[in-house]
């Protein structure tokens, strides 16, 4: 957001998620990126407002809120997104690759499981095991970017 | 800031193949109630306005350890 939109917010990094956003809501930083579950509550207590979502859709669990990207013509294509998948040993045969997929895809349509994951804050996207690949790899182009931009450093 | 490499005993871009996406968890940007910004645009328009006095949290588990508003 800020080499994008040209801010200049000061990153504070928290080691659990419930201590920041309390600290947003007591004052001592001015907001937080969240996930909705750890804001939700604070949200609905009337301490805390969702003014923004970092995907680049809506999120239907707050359908009023508008994405990042949607901001400011210098936002158009952001997009920060925590996400979970399954992957298997790279041997695994292409045929129980599809089936493991297929057997995922039919959870995720389970209206029981969307719920369960609507109140984590999960937004489940539906995806062939290859369009998840191409999903892994624009992830990891994009990290990279980040990382080289941001001129973060890896330590051991 | 850093990135922590820990022992991994395996690459996961060599070893590991992608089978099925489940879902992904956007961050939510939230502020204090008596905050006076109401929108994402406001949010943009307001952290310009305040270039160096404004803060923001994260955790690892909403945001990996890459930071979001970077």
């Not at chain 1, 969307?114 to 804050?121: A, E, F, H, N």
């Not at chain 2, 489940?22 to 943009?44: D, K, R």
Request: charged share 20%; net charge neutral; hydrophobic share 45%.
């Amino acid at each position: 957001m800020n080499s994008m939109a040209g801010t200049d917010v000061l990153h504070v990094p928290y080691r659990g998620a419930a201590p920041a956003v309390t600290d947003v809501a007591t004052g001592a930083v001015t907001m937080s990126f969240s996930g909705l579950a750890a804001a939700l509550p604070l949200i609905q207590d009337g301490r805390l407002r969702a003014v923004a979502v970092t995907s680049r859709e809506r999120m239907p669990q707050l359908p009023d809120v508008t994405p990042l990207a949607e901001a400011a013509v210098e936002l158009k294509g952001y997009e920060l997104l925590n996400w979970f998948g399954l992957f298997a040993p790279a041997a695994t045969p292409s045929a129980i690759v599809a089936r493991l997929n297929e057997i995922v895809v039919t959870g995720l349509r389970d209206r029981a499981i969307s719920q369960t994951l609507d109140v984590q804050g999960i937004v489940p996207r539906i995806m062939t095991a290859v369009q998840y690949r191409e999903f892994v790899a624009a992830e990891t182009e994009k990290f990279g970017k980040i990382v080289a931009q941001a001129n973060i450093k890896v330590e051991n | 800031m850093a990135l922590y490499k820990d022992k991994m005993s395996y690459d996961p871009q060599r070893e590991l193949v992608a089978v099925a996406l489940m879902g992904i968890v956007p961050c939510v940007v939230v502020v204090a109630t008596t905050t006076p910004v109401g929108t994402a645009a406001e949010l943009i328009a307001y952290a310009r306005a305040n270039r160096g006095r404004l803060s923001f949290s994260s955790s690892p588990s909403a945001t990996r350890s890459t930071s979001p508003a970077s």
